[in-house]
T-cell receptor
Framework: AQTVTQSQPEMSVQEAETVTLSCTYD???????LFWYKQPPSRQMILVIR??????QNATENRFSVNFQKAAKSFSLKISDSQLGDAAMYFC???????????FGAGTRLTVKP | DGGITQSPKYLFRKEGQNVTLSCEQN?????MYWYRQDPGQGLRLIYY???????QKGDIAEGYSVSREKKESFPLTVTSAQKNPTAFYLC?????????????????FGPGTRLTVL
């Protein structure tokens, strides 16, 4: 079974600084997708960034970028110029192209200090 | 505005009662999903539906039931057989289900329903 591991239950960052959240996954598949979702106090899950495994180029979305290391099965999220609104739970998720179930990590709670 | 709505936001149930959580989407998405979230944990899949009148069990389907009579609606019933139903429930949808030609797999989530058993 595929598993997703987020080894950092909590992280904190100073406003305007950069922080990296870690995620590793276990799979024998070659065609899959990886996601980072943000869950603010409202509890709505918001897509932050998405990576297709066959693409070597790391995905970026404004201040958010990933470091995708396919051989190491690692998918970390870098948040640059952190803002107070970035404070939330962040979930790493994995899904194969052929399966419907999306596997989520346990989450990392990010605190942003003013 | 296109999106996914869930109602109610908060729901209280007495033991032994069935309750139904609503999920509606106007995104014209084929696939819909129900997840459960417990404190300090990620999401776990309860049921999913790739198309109208078809649905499949996820990892934790016991004690739950669903229907998919319309493309835009995917209600979840929490039955009295569910041993520990107190949780946060999230509904999601995607343009298509697994193995889709488009490969557009991204799931978009509703705001969730908090269910508490009294």
């Amino acid at each position: 079974a595929q598993t997703v591991t987020q080894s950092q239950p909590e992280m904190s960052v100073q406003e305007a600084e950069t922080v990296t959240l870690s995620c590793t996954y276990d799979t024998s598949e070659s065609d899959y997708y990886l996601f980072w979702y943000k869950q603010p106090p409202s509890r709505q899950m918001i897509l932050v960034i998405r990576q297709e495994a066959y693409k070597q180029q790391n995905a970026t979305e404004n201040r958010f970028s990933v470091n995708f290391q396919k051989a190491a099965k690692s998918f970390s999220l870098k948040i640059s110029d952190s803002q107070l609104g970035d404070a939330a739970m962040y979930f790493c998720a994995y899904r194969t192209r052929k399966d419907n179930d999306m596997r989520f990590g346990a989450g990392t709670r990010l605190t942003v200090k003013p | 505005d296109g999106g996914i709505t869930q109602s109610p936001k908060y729901l209280f149930r007495k033991e032994g009662q069935n309750v139904t959580l609503s999920c509606e989407q106007n995104l014209n998405h084929d696939a819909m999903y129900w997840y459960r979230q417990d404190p300090g944990q990620g999401l776990r899949l309860i049921y999913y539906s790739q198309i109208v009148n078809d649905f499949q069990k996820g990892d934790i389907a016991e004690g739950y039931s669903v229907s998919r009579e319309k493309k835009e609606s995917f209600p979840l019933t929490v039955t009295s057989a569910q041993k520990n139903p107190t949780a946060f429930y999230l509904c999601a949808s995607s343009i298509e289900g697994s193995g889709g030609r488009l490969g557009t797999d991204t799931q978009y989530f509703g705001p969730g329903t908090r269910l508490t058993v009294l």
